[in-house]
């Protein structure tokens, strides 16, 4: 997500909420918002992806209660400081990672979408 930078800190407030009131559990349970992955294998490809982007300067913020301990749980994190140098800049996390940049204004919120080879 890109976020201006005159409501950033109010919205990453706001989604920070937001995201700690995932509830982990059974997927076939309905009162579940937040599944394990599809396999032990994926959730930790997500991890690594987490640790990468953190050695590579990234700020990760987990959010929420733990994750159970048991199944292929990723705790939902936030990744935020991921700079154009940072492998995870063009990465996709196919697990509750969210990734938040901000930007001065409408023009650099463009500029900043634009960077990407998703398009």
């Known amino acids: 997500m890109i976020v201006v930078d005159e409501v950033y800190d ?4 706001g ?3 937001g995201v ?3 509830i ?5 349970d309905p009162k ?3 599944a394990p992955l599809s396999s032990q294998g994926a959730a930790d490809e997500v991890k690594e992806k987490i640790r990468q982007a953190v050695a590579h300067g990234a700020t990760a913020t987990e959010v ?4 159970p301990e048991q199944g292929a749980f990723v705790q ?5 400081n991921v700079t154009p140098d940072n492998p995870a800049y063009r990465q ?6 969210s990734m938040i940049w901000r930007a001065k204004d409408e023009a650099d919120a463009v500029r900043i979408a634009n960077d990407s080879p998703y398009g």
């Open 64 to 67: 929420g209660p733990k994750v």
């Open 76 to 80: 939902p994190t936030i990744l935020t």
């Open 10 to 13: 109010a919205f990453l407030d």
């Open 92 to 97: 996709e996390f196919f697990g509750p990672v």
């Open 15 to 17: 989604y920070r909420k």
């Open 32 to 34: 579940t918002t937040l």
């Open 20 to 22: 700690a009131r995932l």
């Open 24 to 28: 982990a559990g059974d997927p076939f």
